[in-house]
């Protein structure tokens, strides 16, 4: 474990580069869990419907669903009960919905589920201010190295901007994170998946409802020396196959008949969960048992690898693969690189979301947290290119802000926004 701790005093810049921990156990296949409002037949009105999907995890977008968790600002006052497969809440009143029904976007993409039942208005949904120097009290963040990244710079500007308390920054693997967060020794998760079904019933033993809070998105990118000049362009069909095979003539004839060097993260890393997940469909013995394979903890250490061998391909972050591109050279993928046009299209292979979670139970308890929270939903636009990283389209940053307003019961504030006069 790597535990990056920052306080008041300390103001300087991450330098933007993934650390590569190791995740402990072994990785589960399970449901994931995503939430819809639909209209209640009996009366008119409308319920939050926790549903559960075998695939919906693997699929990001799925979490830009509002209101995911007014569950637990209801169930205190209804007293609902769960089930295994759907939990079902009243709502008293169709308020947000009502001040979201002007031209309503609403994300659709064929490649991961029908569209949700709620819709957006891009732009409509500013934070309120947050007073940095009237922030005390101190915050810890549990998971993804990746997701650390950017927010220690957003922590950075945080305590630029006059907060004085202490915020612990602890990378682990997303898995342990939640396992952090769901045993209470954690405020919230810096994750690249959704929670998985039996991370959030967990989570609900010791009485937290996980909320969600997208922030950007991050790409893997695979990369071969610049001396490679005929793997330019291949189908993920051809990348299962080029690291299952020995020679690079095995995959294509027209490909010279040396030895191909695959150096990959370590097999419990979030970068090779998402690989086997995307390219081989989680089976992960396949590369394991792939002839002239190497794997290692350090990023680094793998762009070192493929820049010293000429028939060697290896996977990293795009973050490094930006501060690298002159060491290695970018392999397109269906004919696609990593740009923002292909991963705000969802149509980039090799992408992921960064979220982040906590629960209403612990925002509403720990003032400090929604401040912090706030702050970063608001700048992170800003400061996300800088970090290597993606921004949400203004739609998705909108339901993110939502969930925020509801996870901390700003009841008030939405009530404004309501009333403001149309843009």
């Not at 998946?193 to 937290?208: V, Y």
């Not at 003539?249 to 027209?254: E, H, K, M, Q």
């Not at 992921?352 to 308890?365: G, K, M, N, T």
Request: net charge negative; glycine share 6%.
């Amino acid at each position: 474990m790597v535990m990056l701790e920052h306080n008041h005093r300390m103001k300087q810049q991450s330098n933007g580069q993934s650390h590569m921990i190791n995740p402990g156990g072994e990785r589960q296949e399970n449901k994931a869990c995503y939430p819809v409002i639909q209209p209640s037949p009996d009366s008119g009105r409308h319920r939050l419907v926790i549903l559960s999907s075998p695939t919906a995890g693997r699929h990001p977008l799925i979490l830009l669903s509002c209101c995911l968790f007014l569950l637990c600002l209801l169930l205190a006052a209804c007293g609902s009960a769960a089930n295994n497969t759907q939990t079902v809440v009243d709502q008293e009143e169709t308020a947000i919905e009502d001040f979201l029904a002007n031209a309503p976007i609403v994300v659709k993409n064929a490649n991961i589920l029908p569209s949700t039942p709620i819709s957006v208005t891009t732009g409509r949904i500013p934070l309120p201010e947050v007073n940095s120097f009237q922030v005390a009290g101190d915050i810890t963040i549990a998971g993804s190295s990746t997701v650390m990244d950017l927010t220690n710079r957003l922590y950075v500007r945080f305590v630029a901007d006059g907060y004085a308390g202490f915020i612990k920054l602890e990378e682990l693997s997303t898995s342990e994170g939640f396992q952090a967060f769901c045993r209470g020794a954690t405020d919230s998760v810096a994750a690249t998946r959704p929670i998985l079904q039996e991370e959030l019933d967990s989570c609900l033993q010791i009485g937290r409802t996980p909320l969600v809070f997208p922030v950007g998105t991050d790409a893997l990118v695979v990369v071969v020396n610049p001396a490679n000049e005929f793997a330019k362009d291949v189908t993920l069909t051809e990348l299962a196959e080029i690291f299952k095979a020995k020679r690079w003539s095995d995959v294509n004839r027209a490909w010279p008949a040396r030895k191909i060097a695959h150096v990959l993260p370590q097999i419990t890393a979030d970068n090779f969960i998402l690989f086997i997940d995307v390219v081989f469909g989680g089976n992960s013995r396949l590369l394991e048992t792939a002839p002239n394979s190497s794997f290692l903890t350090d990023a680094v250490e793998i762009v070192q690898y493929v820049q010293d061998n000429p028939d060697a391909i290896g996977l990293i972050n795009y973050t490094l693969y930006r501060e690298q591109s002159n060491a290695v050279r970018l392999v397109k993928l269906n004919g696609l690189e990593p740009d923002l046009t292909n991963m705000q299209a969802g149509t980039y292979p090799l992408r992921r979301p960064l979220l982040f979670y906590s629960a209403p139970e612990v925002l509403q308890s720990k003032v400090q947290l929604g401040s912090f929270l706030t702050f970063y939903l608001t700048y992170v636009s800003e400061e996300i290119s800088q970090a290597g990283k993606f921004p949400l389209t203004r739609a998705e940053m909108d339901r993110s802000r939502l969930n925020l307003l509801v996870g901390t019961a700003n009841e008030a504030y939405l009530d404004d926004l309501r009333e403001a006069p149309e843009q």
